[in-house]
C-alpha cells in the first residue's frame, strides 16, 4: 500500500548510544517532516525538510539531526541519546508547495516508532 | 507561531449519543483547519480539513466540523458515535503562507461507553 514506511517501530536505547530512525514515502511528495509525540503535549515539529536537498529545523530540534537522501527517503539521527527522548516519533510527508493547488493539503504519517532511552 | 488549544483533553460518552470536540486556535492571519484521529498504536489519519468555501466541512466516519472565523474555532461534531470512534483526536492549524508547518493542539481522547 502506498504511504510513510517508518522502521523500526520499537527500539529501546541505553543513554548515549546513537541511532537514526528511517523513513520513505512513495507518494512522491516534496515535503516531508518529524515528529516527537509526547503524553499532553500533541505533536511537536522536530525537523522538516521542504523539498529535495533542504532541511530546516523545527520546534524542538535539539539533541537530533536530518539527512534527506533524496525525494522519498528522510531519516532522523540521535548521536547520544538521553532519557528526555523517550517519545513516539512520527514522519509525515506532503505535496504542499508555495503556489500549488490548495486541495490536496495535509499530512501523510507513518505508523511511528516508539523510542525508549534507559 | 500558531497556538492550537483543544479545551477538553478526554471526553467520555455512551454510545450513540452525539459528542463535540472543541479546538481553538490563535491567529490573525489566514489559516487551513484539520482534524486527525490516532487509534491506539497507530499513525495520525485525515478525519477533515478546512481549505476555503463552506464553513461547514465534513469528513469521513461521518464526522463534521464547521469553521467560525470570529471564534476562531473548529470544533468536532458527530450526532452519534459508535464503540469505535474511540480515539485521540487532534485539531492542527496550517498558516497559509508558511505551508511547512503544522500546530497542533495537545489532543482529545474520545471515549465511547456502551
Redesign the interface.
Known sequence: NAGVTQTPKFQVLKTGQSMTLQCAQDMNHNSMYWYRQDPGMGLRLIYYSASEGTTDKGEVPNGYNVSRLNKREFSLRLESAAPSQTSVYFCASSEALPGQGVSNYGYTFGSGTRLTVV | AQS?TQLD?QVPVLEEAPVELRCNYSSSVSV?L?W?VQYP??????LL?Y??GSTLVKGINGFEAEFNKSQTSFHLRKPSVHISDTAEY?CAV?DIYN????Y????TKLNVKP
Open positions: 492550537v483533553s487551513y484539520f486527525y498504536n497507530q499513525g495520525l489519519q485525515l480539513k481549505l476555503s487532534f496550517m505551508f511547512n508547518k503544522f497542533f493542539g495537545s489532543g
